[in-house]
């Protein structure tokens, strides 16, 4: 009996030290890494918790907020979630937000909002993103838009950051991607750099022709240049040559005498193939040239 009755205070205070340590693992809370906790017992924050395990007492409940970076990603590209321009036409993006909780202002985030999962919703940051998406492009024609799209992004990026909860968020970057338009504008703008790059090949071809004439107005010209060129020395060398025959016949008639006009008539007399004359009558001025016969000296 007395061994049964051990036992049984045994087992019960064994039972008494387990359900001890069970209440007192009660108290104890994790926070994850990259996490920062509020502690709460009773609707009274107790104040914030670092990552890790903390005896927070009985009762306590720790809310856990992810300090890591959290992404958004706000598609405008369909029906009545798109943007517009200020004429009403449609432009459509996506709009892509990188961005962190304040860990300074997690208690506040905790009293004026609530858990993490419902920050979002509460703070409209969907709407945020869309409104200054829209803010931007109703400020000008889709042309514009088209024509100035970095511009038109950085506005659209500055308006976002301006409305975003920056008490409860870092907002780390903002991408808008995917810019498009009306299809009707799409293809008005198709059309128009079509007739753009015609009137390009147009001017192109304009000018090849213009540099085709050119050249071959070069070439006649350069051609008639060497046939003046050539006629002029053609000219230069007659005139030079009867220049020359000329001087030449001067000279001979100032330098001419009796002699040298006999020894002619006796190179004209041969050039016809007749005999030279052996005498010549006459006096002088008045010489004529006369073939006598000739004599044979053998009997």
């Known amino acids: 009996m007395k061994t049964d009755k051990s036992f049984g205070i045994v087992f019960v205070v064994m039972a008494v030290i387990l359900i001890g340590l069970g209440i007192l693992m009660l108290g104890f809370d994790t926070v994850d ?9 009773f609707g009274v924050i107790l104040g ?5 395990m903390q005896w927070t007492g009985l009762f306590t409940h720790v809310e856990q907020y992810d300090l890591r970076m959290q992404k958004m990603t706000v598609e405008m590209l369909e029906g009545e ?17 990188n961005y962190r909780l304040n860990p300074s202002n997690i208690q506040n985030a905790y009293t004026n909002i609530g858990p993490q999962r419902s920050m979002g919703l509460i703070l409209n940051l ?21 024509q100035n799209r970095q511009k038109v992004k950085e506005e659209a990026i500055e308006t976002i950051k301006a409305n975003f909860p ?43 022709s213009t540099q085709e004439a050119n050249q071959k107005i070069e070439t006649a010209r350069g051609e008639a240049e060497s046939k003046k060129l050539a006629a002029e020395a053609t000219a230069y060398a007659t005139l030079t040559l009867a220049k ?30 007749a005999k ?15 073939e006598m016969p000739t004599f044979s000296t053998e009997e």
């Open 244 to 273: 020359s025959e000329a001087e030449a016949l001067g000279l001979k008639s100032i330098k001419l005498t009796p002699l040298m006009v006999q020894n002619n008539w006796i190179d004209a007399w041969r050039a016809g193939g």
């Open 48 to 52: 914030l918790q670092q990552p890790g």
């Open 33 to 41: 890494a990259s996490h920062m906790g509020v502690k709460n017992r």
């Open 166 to 208: 920056s008490d409860y968020f870092t907002l780390e970057n903002v991408i808008v991607s995917d810019l498009d338009f009306n299809p009707d504008f799409i293809a008005a703008i198709e059309l128009q750099k079509t007739n753009e790059e015609l009137a390009i090949a147009a001017e192109k071809a304009v000018v090849i």
């Open 81 to 97: 979630k798109t943007s517009v321009d200020i004429d009403g036409q449609t432009v459509k993006a996506r709009i892509e937000i």
């Open 276 to 290: 030279v004359p052996v005498y010549i009558a006459g006096g002088e001025g008045q010489q004529f040239l006369m």
């Open 126 to 146: 969907d709407g945020i993103i869309r409104e200054g998406f829209k803010t931007t492009t109703s400020q000008y024609k889709s042309k514009e838009i088209w």
